[in-house]
């Protein structure tokens, strides 16, 4: 069977892009003469690099908060942090204990141990228990701050302020500890505030028959890092093991077969480096771009060594062979490189700051293994096969014999040129016919499919809820959703109260009248808290009419309690808790309530002077909405018109630069609705698809169309000229898909569903890329260019026309 190297097809692409090819052609011969005089040299700096990445590769940290979904710059998240995060918010560490009777003095002797010790961890700012509760209640009874005797004192003091028990003694059999730690808590003091905390409640002497869970979000974001860092190993290792299968499936027919990839990992190598010293953080997200590249990188591997090894069986002069290489495959590989990175560039259109980094990633990466492939793969394979024909690796070679390995597989490929077509060579030339003699029904039938999946792509549902993002059976998830089970959903409204006086009576009183007015008339909204009404407790019932006994009042409140609604005498807050809202109402319903909410506080506005914010980490959320859907729309669209704008400055051609993104624009309409039809949701993942099919696809398109004139520029017809192309260069297209496929497969085995479902849809859409080549840019192709053509002879009939009529009216 005959071989073929599609970096020659790219290479055509080079050559007739612009005027500039000849400088780009020696620039890259000088490249050449460079590698092959200092090949020992590039080797020694390639490892020296691989140190330099090491480096940078333990800056690297990981990322998982709000900050990843929610740009920081926008006015919503400066709320929510300036007003909010850092004033009002502290994160708790849970521990929830659970068995027959929570109020035995066992128990509460084992929680005021608990809490004592926690009290005293570095960085942890407050304890609430019902111990604490049950303490304060009877020293306000009392004088004395300390548990009563009696079981019955104690059961009277739960029961008399059920209210304020609610949340750390929600009934008899669970009791809950919070550690509380100020809002902006960096991940490594988080980290050891969890590790205190654990071995704190393992100390605390619980009796034996009763269930301790150290638990809450701080604990779920922890555990959900150390699961990302941990399946970024297995990743990479299954695409290395697809790599090598892939390799041995159609890289089969030169030496050194499994050389693209070590080249391509040294790429990821230095992309680690470069992810450290830049300051790229690790995300659910970012952590998928590893496999890809590998999918993409070992494809440039691929090209230089294919081509590096026809330059050795053709020259048998080594240095030439380099020299050859590098100055014609690099400017073509180098082309492919900047329309995928075009359709790339588009992702930094998102306001989501992870897809950003995703991005940041595939950009930096594929440049990386270029350059890996471009320098180190040629160096490394002039230097293998120096030592082989120094006869190093053991290898008997006779003078008057054959050369090299090399020679045998330049003569099986001469003698099997002559070989009748092969199976996969008939059925892609039955294709090509069947596609080119219909081609109003595929191109119909195409756009049909690409409307349609493009309509229902807008009832695709949207998910940015991070617990169905991770593995379902993580134990840190499983205790978490355990305590949602028993408390409720947490998420609320935080309305933040800026006023000239937090001790103003009216401010209280417009404060309290607008909780209850939320809660009575909102579905939605379950509860309101804030300093009101623990005023309206501590006064009988209704908020004083002057500042100062407010004042008085302020100053009997715990300082911690005061501290979660009170900051400084300015501001106040106000909390409208939703329950789990997310996924109640959705994110859209979360987006409507709080527009709601808004039209209530203009309806029923503040005291004059005093403003309104609404935020919270809900709120802040909304704005993820236009990301996946309007700003997921706007990324693509900006794609179609960057590839567009690319290979219209490469060919200074309007046909061949909208017949390859007009075939990937299909795709993308598919793509959507398999989306839909597989039941899959937007995630910050899939809202890149659009982007990676331009990117990826478009070669695909490019490389048959650059046949199709090669074979155009030999006489063919059009008709015969895509017949021959599909033949050819589709036996080059397939294997290059298969080897993206393959690298993006590594991702389905993800634990995270959201990058699993990514790898699913991102396999599905490569494939349909291929298809779309072989299916609908043959007739696409064969009726714009017929048309032309077409267009062309009629003018030159009509100029031919003109000049004859004016001829022989001068004989006239």
């Known amino acids: ?55 940078g590769a333990q800056q690297i940290t990981m990322e998982s908060g709000t900050d990843t979904f929610v740009e920081k710059t926008s006015k919503l998240y400066q709320d929510f942090d300036h007003l909010y995060l850092r004033i009002f918010f502290t994160q708790s560490i849970v521990v929830l204990i659970e ?133 970024m190993v297995p990743l990479l290792m299954i695409s290395a093991i697809l790599m090598v299968i892939v390799l041995f499936l159609v890289f089969g027919h030169v030496r050194w077969k499994l050389l693209p990839l070590p080249i391509v990992l040294l790429g990821i190598i230095y992309t680690f480096g470069a992810m450290g010293y830049l300051k790229i953080p690790l995300s659910m997200v ?75 990633l595939l950009l930096i990466g594929i440049t990386m293994c270029f350059i890996a492939s471009l320098f180190v793969g040629v160096a490394v394979i002039y230097g293998l096969d ?31 040129t002559n070989d009748k077509p092969d199976i996969l060579e008939r059925f892609l030339e039955n294709t090509s016919k069947l596609t080119i003699k219909h081609p109003f029904m595929i191109i119909g039938l195409a756009l049909v499919l690409c409307l349609s999946g493009l309509y229902v792509d807008s009832f695709v549902p949207i998910q940015t809820d991070v617990k169905t993002f991770v593995p379902q059976d993580m134990p840190a998830l499983i205790d978490l959703s355990h305590l949602g089970d028993i408390m409720g959903g947490t998420d609320a409204l935080n309305l933040i109260i800026k006023t000239d006086d937090a001790a103003d009576p009216a401010v209280l009183k417009w404060m309290d009248e607008f909780g209850t ?21 501590m006064n009988g019932g209704t908020i004083p009419d002057n500042r100062e006994e407010i004042e008085r009042l302020y100053d009997q409140i715990p300082e911690m309690q005061k501290k979660r609604f009170i900051h400084g005498n300015n501001m106040l807050l106000v909390n409208l808790e939703i329950g789990n809202a997310v996924n109640d109402i959705g994110l859209t319903g979360v987006d409507e309530l ?101 990117g990826v696809g478009s070669e695909y398109a490019i490389l048959m169309m650059e046949r199709y004139y090669e074979e155009k520029e030999k006489g063919l017809a059009p008709v015969d000229a895509m017949r021959e192309a599909s033949t050819k260069i589709g036996k080059a297209i397939i294997p290059s898909g298969l080897t993206t496929m393959f690298g993006f497969s590594a991702l389905i085995a993800s634990p995270f569903s959201m990058t699993s479902n990514f790898g699913m849809v991102t396999v599905m859409s490569v494939a349909l890329a291929l298809f779309a080549a072989f299916i609908v840019f043959p007739p696409v192709m064969v009726l714009l260019d017929t048309w032309r053509d077409n267009m062309k002879s009629k003018n030159i009939s009509n100029r031919h026309a003109k000049t004859g009529k004016h001829v022989h009216s001068i004989g006239d």
């Open 517 to 537: 007015h939320e809660v009575e008339g909102r579905s939605n909204v379950y509860s309101a808290s804030s300093i009101a009404p623990i005023i309206k407790s």
């Open 286 to 360: 970012s952590m998928s771009a590893f496999p890809i590249l590998i999918g993409l990188g070992i494809d440039y591997a691929i090209q230089f060594q294919s081509r590096i090894e026809e330059e050795l069986k053709r020259e048998h002069d080594e240095k030439k062979a380099v020299i050859q290489t590098i100055k014609h495959t690099g400017p073509a590989v180098l082309i492919a490189l900047v329309i995928t990175g075009l359709g790339f560039f588009s992702l930094f259109t998102s306001t989501v700051p992870m897809i950003q980094d995703f991005a940041k």
């Open 594 to 694: 709080v527009g709601i909410v808004r039209e209530d506080i203009a309806w029923m506005p503040p005291p004059p002077g005093v403003f309104v914010t609404v935020t919270g980490n809900s709120v802040v959320f909304t704005t993820v909405i236009g990301s996946l859907t309007s700003g997921r729309v706007a990324m693509t669209l900006l794609g179609i018109v960057m590839v567009f704008g690319g290979l219209l400055v490469i060919y200074r051609d309007w046909v061949k630069a909208f017949t390859p993104v007009i075939t990937m624009f299909m795709v993308v309409g598919w793509s959507g609705g398999v989306m839909y039809f597989s039941g899959l949701e937007y995630t910050p993942m899939t809202a890149t698809l659009g982007a990676l099919i331009l």
């Open 386 to 416: 120096t030592l082989a024909k120094k006869n190093l690796f053991g290898t008997k070679r006779s003078k008057n014999s054959a050369l090299s390995k090399s020679d045998e597989i330049t003569k099986t490929a001469t003698n099997n």
């Open 99 to 231: 068995g027959e009777d929570v109020k035995s003095s066992e128990v509460l002797q084992a929680v005021d141990r608990l809490e004592q010790q926690s009290k005293n961890t570095r960085d942890v700012v407050g304890t609430s228990s019902a111990v604490s509760a049950i303490k304060n209640f009877n020293y306000q009874m009392t004088g004395r701050y300390e548990m009563p005797d009696s079981r019955e004192e104690i059961d009277a003091i739960v029961s008399s302020h059920s209210s304020d028990f609610d949340f750390i003694l929600p009934d008899d059999t669970h009791t809950i500890v919070y550690i509380e730690m100020p809002g902006d808590t960096s991940d490594e003091t988080m980290a050891e505030i969890l590790r205190e905390t654990e071995i704190a409640a393992t100390i605390s002497d619980f009796p034996p028959d009763y269930n301790v869970i150290v638990t809450g979000d701080p604990a779920f974001m922890i555990a959900m890092n150390n699961e990302m860092t941990t399946s």
């Open 1 to 55: 069977m005959p071989t073929y190297s599609y970096g020659d097809d790219l290479q055509t692409v080079f050559n007739k892009s612009t005027s500039g090819d000849i400088n780009i052609k020696n620039f890259f011969e000088k490249i050449g003469i460079f590698i092959e005089h200092n090949t020992i040299p590039i080797i020694l700096m390639a490892i020296l690099f691989i140190a330099i990445a090491g480096q």
